[in-house]
C-alpha cells in the first residue's frame, strides 16, 4: 500500500502523535566560550561598581574633611550673624523710641546736665521702651544727700521741655552707703513715656 503524506517531515507525528521534536547541535566550545563571556561581563560590572563605590567613599571623605575644617568658620559666622540679630533689634528698639515717637533726646540730656546739683553725678542712663532710667549718686558735706535727689527731680519736674513726651519723674530707690567714712547716697530715677508714645 502507498502511503502519500504532504506534511513536511519535520511537522510529522510519530506513532506516539508527538511532534518530531527540532535540535539543534550547538558546539560544546561555544558554549563554553559563551559562559565565560558572561561570567567575565558580570565580574567586569562587579568591578566597576566597586570602584565607583570606593570613589565615591573618597570623596565622600574629602567633603567630610572640609566640612570640618569649615566648622570653627562656620561657628564664629554664627555667632556673628546672632550679634548682628541682637544689633539690629536694639537699633530697631532705640529707632522706635527716638525717631518714631518724635521724642528730643539730645535737648532733655543738656537739660539734665544744667540740672545737676553739686555732688550729684549720673552714673548710667538706660532708654527703653518704657522710658529713661537714670542710676546716679549723690555725696554732700552740708546737706542731706537725700534733699540734694529731690532737688534735682523737682528741678526737672518743672521744666516743661523735659516733661514734654513724659507721663511722670519718681524715684525707683534710694540708698545710703558709706564710701572711706564719707556718706555716699545711690539712687535711682525713672521717667516714663506717655502711654499714647507706647502704642
Known amino acids: 500500500m502507498i502511503d502519500i ?3 513536511p517531515p519535520a511537522l510529522r507525528k510519530d506513532g506516539q502523535g508527538q511532534a518530531n521534536s527540532l535540535t539543534i547541535n550547538i558546539p560544546r566550545e561555544v558554549l563554553l566560550a559563551v559562559g565565560s563571556g558572561v561570567i567575565l561581563l558580570l565580574l567586569t560590572v562587579h ?6 563605590w570606593l ?3 573618597g570623596q565622600l571623605s574629602v567633603h567630610n574633611a572640609q ?6 568658620d562656620k561657628t564664629i559666622l554664627d555667632g556673628m550673624n546672632n550679634e548682628s540679630q541682637d544689633l539690629r533689634k536694639k537699633i530697631g528698639m ?3 523710641i527716638t525717631v518714631k515717637k518724635s521724642v528730643l533726646w539730645a535737648p532733655k540730656l543738656n537739660i539734665i546736665s544744667d540740672t545737676l546739683p ?3 553725678w549720673i552714673r548710667r542712663m538706660t532708654l527703653d521702651k518704657s522710658g529713661l532710667s537714670m542710676e546716679g549718686s549723690v555725696v554732700s558735706k552740708t546737706q542731706n544727700e537725700i ?3 529731690g532737688l534735682f527731680l523737682s528741678s526737672l519736674k518743672q521744666n516743661d521741655d523735659f516733661m514734654k513726651g513724659f507721663s511722670s519723674l519718681e524715684v525707683n530707690s534710694i540708698q545710703k552707703d ?9 539712687f535711682t530715677v525713672m521717667a516714663k513715656l506717655n502711654e499714647t508714645r507706647l502704642k
Do not use: C, H, Y
Request: net charge neutral; no cysteine.
Open 5 to 7: 503524506n504532504l506534511i
Open 178 to 186: 558709706k564710701n572711706n567714712a564719707v556718706e555716699v547716697t545711690e
Open 47 to 52: 568591578f566597576v561598581l566597586g570602584l565607583v
Open 55 to 57: 570613589i565615591s567613599m
Open 118 to 120: 553739686r555732688g550729684l
Open 147 to 149: 534733699n540734694n535727689v
Open 67 to 72: 566640612w570640618q575644617k569649615l566648622l570653627p
Open 94 to 96: 532705640i529707632s522706635d
